[in-house]
């Protein structure tokens, strides 16, 4: 009992303290107020401005209590605003507004694109016209090649995989498409121009590329042999020597490169000219010059040009 009686002692003390303080500081306070307005206005009126005063002071010491409390985070409740509520209202509309607008530019053409190119209402294929130089694909053959695209989208058609349908077909070299709108499809068609038989199996074009029909039209070709990688090589010699022979009465049936890249040239009559690697112009110039009698050609197997200053000879059997 005698600690809590100390204790609340030593609390008395200083609250007693603080209220002596705050009375100096207000009672200075007045004092300052009532001496300033009795030497400028005297009894009556000093006293009147001393009242104004102190009311003064004491507003002012609320307005500061209000800033305490604003700074101590105690907010004033605000009145509803219908005014306000109805401008908030507005504006997340007009945001959402905004937002479905950019959606709809942004999203609207992708999604109408996707609608067009699935479409069997719109830009239906109902006709294919085949346009080219055609000689050796059979004409049924063309059909089946281009039929597929009949009652396709002609937007959403996979140009691509559409043409390398067509290009599996060997005969044909290059393919073009062109839609003509609403509901046509333009094929434009380019056939390979085979100039000889390579290796018996396949065929070679006028650029020397290889291609592989499944069947070989009959016609007298010219028979190239060789490796693949060489065809365009073989096919300019070829180019080059068959005119020198044709001048002279002889056509080429087959030029041979072998795997020692010697030259071999078979003439019409089975007659082997055996050129070699090196110096095939002036071998080919000196069969030219020394050309036999057509009876004594008739008689040789083979000519052998792969000696320096002359050839050897072997005779049929």
């Not at 719109?122 to 000689?135: A, C, E, P, R």
């Not at 709108?181 to 068609?189: A, G, I, K, R």
């Not at 070709?221 to 300019?236: C, H, M, P, R």
Request: include cysteine; aromatic fraction near 12%; charge should be neutral.
């Amino acid at each position: 009992m005698a600690d809590l009686r100390r204790d609340a002692c030593g609390v008395a003390d200083v609250v007693e303290k603080l209220g002596k303080l705050i009375l100096i500081k207000i009672g200075s306070r007045i004092e300052n107020i009532v001496s300033f307005s009795y030497y400028k206005y005297g009894h009556i009126d000093g006293l009147l401005f001393t009242l104004k005063q102190l009311l003064l002071y004491s507003s002012n010491q609320r307005i500061k209590g209000k800033s305490r409390r604003y700074q101590q985070g105690v907010v004033p409740r605000k009145e509803f605003s219908w005014k306000r509520f109805w401008e908030l209202f507005f504006r997340i509309v007009r945001g959402f507004i905004l937002v479905a607008l950019l959606i709809l530019i942004v999203a609207g053409p992708y999604y109408g694109w996707q609608y067009l190119k699935r479409s069997t209402v719109f830009f239906t294929i109902d006709k294919v016209m085949v346009y080219g130089d055609i000689h050796y694909l059979p004409h049924d053959r063309v059909n089946e090649l281009v039929k597929d695209a009949v009652g396709k989208n002609l937007v959403g058609l996979d140009i691509k995989e559409y043409q390398d349908q067509i290009l599996s077909e060997p005969w044909v070299k290059s393919v073009d498409l062109k839609r003509q709108w609403f509901h046509e499809l333009d094929v434009y068609l380019t056939e390979q121009q085979p100039v000889a038989i390579w290796n018996n199996t396949e065929m070679l074009n006028s650029e020397g590329e290889i291609f592989s029909p499944k069947d070989i039209p009959a016609y007298d070709w010219v028979y190239l042999t060789g490796a693949d990688e060489d065809s365009k090589e073989i096919l300019q010699f070829y180019h080059k020597v068959a005119p020198q022979l044709a001048a002279n009465g002889f056509k080429v049936k087959e030029i041979i490169l072998d795997d020692q890249d010697s030259w071999s040239i078979l003439l019409d009559g089975d007659l082997l000219l055996i050129m070699g690697s090196e110096e095939l112009d002036e071998r080919l110039a000196r069969f030219l010059r020394q050309l036999p009698d057509q009876n004594v050609l008739d008689a040789i197997s083979h000519i052998d040009f792969r000696y320096r200053n002359g050839f050897s000879v072997k005779w049929k059997k």
